[in-house]
């Protein structure tokens, strides 16, 4: 889980999505749960929105609540473009 090796906090999944995707200091990265829209998936998702300074934001969901997220779930997100 979390860098304390507890459940993960919005500050562990920055820091991952940061590092993972070379972010500058000036992109932001807003991190949020929300309600699972499909019924054969998780009921909570966490989103991640990046908006760098000079572009359109973009953004990813993974399939687990904040707590639960690792740094594998992360990573297979930005492969496999987020979500299902």
Do not use: K, N
């Not at 500058?24 to 990265?29: C, L, N, R």
């Not at 300074?53 to 779930?73: K, N, Q, T």
């Amino acid at each position: 889980m979390g860098t304390t090796g507890g459940a993960t906090s919005a500050e562990d999944l920055e820091a991952w999505v940061r590092d993972d995707l070379g972010l500058d200091p000036g992109e932001a990265v807003h991190i949020a749960e929300q309600p699972g829209t499909d019924p054969r998936c998780s009921p909570v998702v966490t989103q991640v929105t990046i908006t760098p300074a000079d572009a359109e934001a973009y953004s990813f969901h993974i399939e687990h609540a904040l707590a639960e997220v690792d740094r594998m779930d992360v990573i297979a997100a930005l492969a496999f473009g987020g979500g299902h």
